[in-house]
Every structure is written in C-alpha cells, then in structure tokens.
C-alpha cells in the first residue's frame, strides 16, 4: 500500500516528467533563434564598424611618398591661390585705369595717364624686409662714424694736453750754465695761470 507522501511524491515527478517532454521539442527551436539572433547582431556589428586598414594607415602616417605628395598637392593649391590673388589685382587696378581714363574723357580733357598721381604700391615681404635692413644699415654706419669721431677727438684732445704738459715741464726745468732755475719760464706760467683765472672770474 502507497501511502501519501510517496503518492505525492509520484505525482511531483510525472508532472516534472510530462514538462520535460513537452519542452523538449521547444528547446532546440529556442536555442536554434538565440543562436541566430547573435549571429544577426554579429553580422549587423561588424557592417555598422568600418574594417581597419592598417596598410593604408602606416602609409599615410610613415609613408615618405605620400608626404611628398600632400606637399606637392599643397603647394599647387598655394600657387594656385597666389595666381588668381595677382589676376584680381591686374583687374582691379586696370578698372581703374579704364575709370579714371572715361573720368579725363567726360570732362574734356583726354590724356592717356592718370588725373591724379597713382595711388603707393603696397610692397611685398622682401622689400620690405630689404628696407628695413638698409635702414639698421644705415644706423649701425651713423653709430660706427659717431665713434669714430669720438675716438679721434680724444686722442687729439691726448696729444694737446701732452704738448701743453710737455711744454710746461721744459720751461720748469730750464737751468742756466752754473745749474741755478731760469725764472723766466717759471713767471710766464703763473701770469698763464693768473690770466685764466681772471678769464673764469669774469
């Protein structure tokens, strides 16, 4: 005889057994959608991400040819750029060429030039660069003069108050034939000297 618990038991595990086998045929299907599903996204990943070059990157980061290249390509631009700047220029001073020439014509008085004097030409980077150098030029040549002025002053300035000292010691140390001081000399310096003071005090 069954009793309870082991009936309970029993029923427990048909109900376990009767949900295995019904979910044994959903499982695979399931397992099949989520595998299929992953393989989507995976597939949808790697289209949405751009594939990394990584030759073409190593030649435009190292490559010395496709420096080159961005450099002649640039250069080319800059050339380009400098060409149309100069023909604007060209057209526009000639506009005013044609205007100022109908400007002569209107009033009477045709000459091929212009009614006023033409306006300064801007200058470029080298000329003014070659003024600006000609100028510090120019000064350093003033300084180096000025110098030279200088210096040439004072050794003249030397030479003179050699002389005068020169002068001053041969009348002090004149002596007659019997080795006494000639006073002459000697009285000659102190009316110079009395005279430039009576010059100073005046």
């Known amino acids: 005889m069954v ?6 038991r029993l029923r427990r595990l048909r109900s376990r057994h009767s949900a295995v086998a019904d979910e044994e045929p959903t499982l695979p299907r399931r397992l099949d959608e ?25 030649e435009t980061q190292y490559s ?26 060209d057209e526009s001073t000639s506009s005013v060429h044609i205007t100022n020439r109908l400007y002569n014509i209107a009033d009477g008085n ?26 510090i030029q120019g000064l ?11 210096v040439k002053e004072r050794e003249m300035a030397i030479m003179k108050s050699k002389q005068v000292r020169l002068e001053r010691i041969k009348k002090l140390t004149q002596k007659t034939k019997k080795g006494q001081p000639v006073m002459k000399g000697r009285i ?8 430039k003071q009576v010059a100073n005090e005046s």
């Open 34 to 58: 989520l595998i299929d599903l992953k393989m989507e996204a995976q597939n949808t990943h790697k289209e949405g991400k751009r594939n990394f070059d990584k030759k073409k990157w190593r």
């Open 64 to 89: 010395h040819k496709q420096r080159v290249s961005e450099w002649e390509s640039k250069r080319k631009e800059a050339v380009k750029r400098k060409y149309r700047k100069m023909l604007k220029k």
């Open 3 to 8: 009793n309870c618990s082991s009936r309970w």
């Open 188 to 195: 000659e310096i102190l009316l110079e000297k009395i005279q």
């Open 140 to 150: 350093k040549e003033e300084a180096r003069l000025e110098r030279e002025q200088k």
């Open 110 to 135: 045709y000459n091929s030039g212009y009614s006023q004097p033409p306006p300064p030409q801007r200058l470029s980077e080298f000329q003014r660069a070659k003024l600006e150098y000609e100028r």
